[in-house]
């Protein structure tokens, strides 16, 4: 994926979910769900220390309202970050919501 920045140690990049039409298979074209037009979506390459900023995009034609979670992926150390408390929840309320009074949320993993 393009790095948008150009001081060095630092990493700007986009990233659009879209729908788009590709060729999976040879001579096949799909409609698919797509981040930058590809499938799978291009990779990000870093190096540890890096300062990283991604811009993300979701045009995809649905409804996002949900909840969701965050968390880390490092190979083999997975477990271990997110039973020390790496996670977190991600809520996207949907257009028109309104806030309840007295409404709590917990995040358990
Ligand atoms: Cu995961």
């Known amino acids: 994926m393009a790095n948008l920045a150009t001081?060095?140690?630092?990493?700007?990049?986009?990233?659009?979910?879209?729908?788009?039409?590709?060729?999976?298979?040879?001579?096949?074209?799909?409609?698919?769900?797509?981040?930058?037009?590809?499938?799978?979506?291009?990779?990000?390459?870093?190096?540890?220390?890096?300062?990283?900023?991604i811009r993300f995009s979701f045009t995809v034609p649905m409804g996002t309202a949900g909840t969701y979670w965050y968390h880390p992926h490092p190979h083999h150390s997975t477990g271990s970050q997110v039973g020390r408390g790496l996670y977190g929840a991600v809520v996207i309320r949907a257009a028109g919501w309104m806030r309840r009074t007295g409404a709590k949320g917990t995040c358990y993993s």
Do not use: K
Request: charged share 25%.
């Open 7 to 53: 001081e060095p140690g630092v990493v700007n990049a986009a990233l659009i979910a879209a729908p788009a039409r590709v060729e999976l298979v040879e001579g096949v074209e799909s409609d698919v769900y797509a981040c930058n037009g590809r499938v799978p979506g291009p990779t990000l390459e870093l190096r540890e220390g890096d300062r990283v900023t």
